[in-house]
């Protein structure tokens, strides 16, 4: 059973949203954003948001559905993800349309300042602008929680915000639109989910010293990942990569966890398909299999990475 | 040269504080350890081989309750196989086995009634219910890796 993505929602205030969420409605209704083959604009974005997984960094525990507060570590210091329920103080429920998308697609907060790329905005830049505006019609419709921000903590050097202009600058390009010009379609629907939504690669990519990624060995995996744990290869590649998979065996897995020799996933990835991958439906599980499997195979990137950097902590 | 006296210094007391519960250790909990891994890895094994019956793929569904129950028979004592100081050496047991032991013992149970409710659909030979139930076994193995299994290191 999945877990980590229950709404522990309260009842207080429950019918104040509901009719909120009504007036939403309407606000679909009468046409602002057409909503695809019947699915209202909330169903929408509720899929988006599990796509999107954002409630795996923004869900803590201990704290509300969506409300932040979950320790991100990191080789640049520990962040705390804030709370994205729609509170008018200590979420986002103040934010407009405009600072909603200007922060997902530019990562720039409604006061102008930087988000640290811990935020995922490299990737969420590809989104299409409808899909972000249904994130935050969901996100608008879900219980505000109290719960105030953590500040990150970070290395002295990096609390200086304006030097992620300079960041941006080197690694900031929509990803998802470069699968724009796919002539197969299911292949170009495979490359948003994963690259402009899902965001497999922030994890599976190495990171250069600067902590952009290295986009030459995008998802050939790392000895680096979060939490200093290694995370594998997903290109086809048949040595170190995940090659000798077939396609049933990748969307089975994206589905239950099962790998091909019968071992389950745990750590981060157990949580990956808990709240995204099992949770899309069987044709977006597919596509982002079919795109997957399209990848170039990349050898070796996370064992040639161990072999300088890692000890065996257990050769004593 | 100083830098070099630190670090090796170092290595020789970490050497120490690593070696000395090494050596009192004593065979037995790397024989623990390795029994275990031998288990789980059958559990791995009967797993994969229900998975491929229950995908459709192969044609072997008069060994499925067989796999099933061998799962079963595994995880009915599946606690026994981590005994206390048995996270120490070449294994991937977080310490929060010991440490958070009342979750531990929940997802054990919960593991535990996930796999008779498979080896149940299994012999009912019912093959919606049992894709259903192996899903939802497979579940349960992933809610205890999740949290108490140190990442694979590839």
Redesign the interface.
């Known amino acids: 059973?999945?877990?980590g993505f229950s709404r522990k929602e309260g009842t207080i205030a429950a019918g104040w949203y509901r009719a909120r969420n009504f007036v939403l409605l309407c606000v679909v209704a009468a046409g602002a954003v057409p909503a695809a083959r019947g699915e209202s604009l909330l169903e929408r974005g509720e899929y988006l948001v599990a796509a999107a997984g954002c409630s795996n960094c923004h869900t803590d525990e201990n704290g509300g559905f969506l409300a932040g507060g979950r320790a991100l570590n990191t080789p640049y210091g520990t962040f705390y993800t804030p709370n994205i329920t729609p509170h008018r103080e200590y979420g986002i429920g103040a934010w407009t349309e405009a600072e909603f998308l200007r922060a997902m697609k530019a990562g720039l907060a409604p006061d102008g300042g930087n988000y640290y790329p811990a935020f995922p905005y490299v990737a969420y830049a590809g989104m299409r602008r409808e899909d972000v505006l249904a994130v935050k019609a969901y996100l608008d419709s879900i219980p505000p929680v109290a719960r105030p921000n953590r500040r990150h903590r970070l290395p002295w050097y990096l609390r200086f915000r304006p030097g992620l202009w300079l960041w941006k600058f080197l690694y900031l390009a929509p990803r998802g639109a470069g699968a724009a010009g796919d002539p197969d379609p299911e292949r170009r629907r495979g490359a948003y989910l994963v690259n402009a939504l899902a965001h497999c690669g922030e994890c599976h990519t190495p990171r250069d010293w600067l902590g952009g990624l290295i986009e030459s060995q995008r998802h050939g995996?790392t000895a680096h990942g979060p939490d200093g744990?290694?995370v594998?290869?997903i290109t086809p590649d048949r040595q170190?990569g995940i090659g000798k998979w077939s396609d049933?065996d990748l969307s089975?897995y994206l589905?239950?966890?099962?790998?091909?020799?019968?071992?389950?996933?745990?750590?981060?990835?157990?949580?990956v398909?808990?709240n995204v991958t099992s949770r899309l439906t069987k044709q977006d599980r597919q596509a982002m299999v079919r795109y997957v499997m399209s990848l170039p195979a990349i050898e070796n990137a996370?064992k040639t990475k161990r072999k300088k950097t890692r000890r065996d902590p257990?050769e004593? | 040269m100083i830098h070099n006296l630190k670090t090796s210094s170092l290595g020789i007391c970490l050497?120490a504080v690593?070696?000395l519960p090494?050596t009192t250790m004593g065979a037995e909990t790397e024989d623990i350890i390795k029994y275990r891994q031998g288990v789980m890895k059958s559990?791995?094994?009967?797993?994969?081989?229900a998975?491929q019956i229950v995908?459709g793929?192969v044609d072997y569904a008069d060994d499925l309750v067989y796999h099933a129950e061998s799962i079963a028979r595994s995880m009915q004592t599946v606690e026994s196989l981590f005994p206390k100081d048995t996270d120490f050496?070449?294994t991937r047991a977080l310490d929060a086995i010991w440490s958070q032991a009342d979750k531990f013992k929940q997802v054990s149970e919960e593991s535990r009634a996930a796999t008779k409710a498979f080896v149940d659909a299994a012999k009912a030979n019912d093959k919606a219910a049992f894709a259903a139930k192996f899903?939802?076994m497979?579940?349960s193995?992933?809610?205890?890796?999740?949290d108490f299994?140190?990442?694979?290191?590839?």
């Open positions: 059973m999945p877990q995996g744990e290694a594998p290869n170190n049933g089975f589905e239950t966890g099962l790998t091909p020799d019968g071992d389950a996933a745990g750590g981060a990835m157990a949580e398909i808990d996370l257990d004593y | 050497l690593v070696a090494a559990v791995g094994g009967h797993t994969a081989a998975a995908r793929k050496g070449e899903k939802a497979v579940d193995c992933k809610a205890c890796h999740k299994r140190e990442k694979k290191e590839q």
